[in-house]
């Protein structure tokens, strides 16, 4: 089975990811039928007694059903969209069983409480949940998906002492005072790689779909500390139908410049469950939601 190319950083990723791998075991697509997508956001597991809303220990529960449910269908991949466990490097064998049960490719972004994990432990994160990198693209049918790393610049996603982190304390001090500290931004050399792919996309007549933890629009204290610049970095290219992203458990929703933003809602905090299947038109999407999450159909800007 051919899967779609994963590109890091502007350079083709080499080998292939362990989430990807799984894929083997998923039925051929159909090149005629729509692209399809499983998408989570905020399953966020910890081994901890329950916190209002936040039931942690059910998080595994709701997310094996839900691959379950994938499982029944015909999906190019499946997303999860940051703040896969709460805290604890433990926390990600936890949720092994449902990564290793999906008969599709996992596509990962990585959420602030990915990084709750010892020191040591940082740099290793991405390549725990099968990522090529902290940040990459891939392509599949006239669509390139961009995975975005929205803790790029932030307080807790670099260890103590490294160049990065003095970084993002000093920009969160001097360009974003006040912004919360469990939020993030995206970085210079991210922009510049953004800003490239999406012109190849556009170049080549390739429809953009953005994966990030973090909302750029509307405002809202749980967006991106940079959104405005990354918002009107992202809506000059025409290319660009759409931002999907998690982090505001509530859910979200808003469109600027013809760019959807959508905010799935959390899986974590409901006694039912929360995720979406994503059907990808050629002038529109529309997303049937399960549990607490809403439906939505969206026409896409040409």
Known sequence: MALPLLHRRGFLASGMSL???AALAAPMRSS???LRVGAVADCQYADQDDNGARMYRRSPAKLRA???HFNTLTLDHV???GDFIDKGWASFDAQQPAIDALRHPWRFVLGNHDFAV???KKALVAARLGMPARYYSFETRGWVFLALDGNDLSEYGWPAGSPELALSQRLHRERFPGAPDWDGGIGAAQLQWIDATLADAGRRGLKAALYCHFPIFPANPHNLWNATEVTDLVVRH???KVWINGHNHDGNYGE?????CVNLKGMLDTEETAYAVLDFGSDHLRLTGFGRQTNLRLKLRR
Do not use: E, F, M
């Open 238 to 240: 025409r290319a660009a």
């Open 32 to 34: 005629s039928g729509p």
């Open 66 to 68: 839900a691959v379950d």
């Open 79 to 81: 997303v999860h969209l």
């Open 118 to 120: 010892d020191d040591d």
């Open 19 to 21: 989430a990807a791998s």
């Open 256 to 260: 600027t410049g013809g760019l959807h």
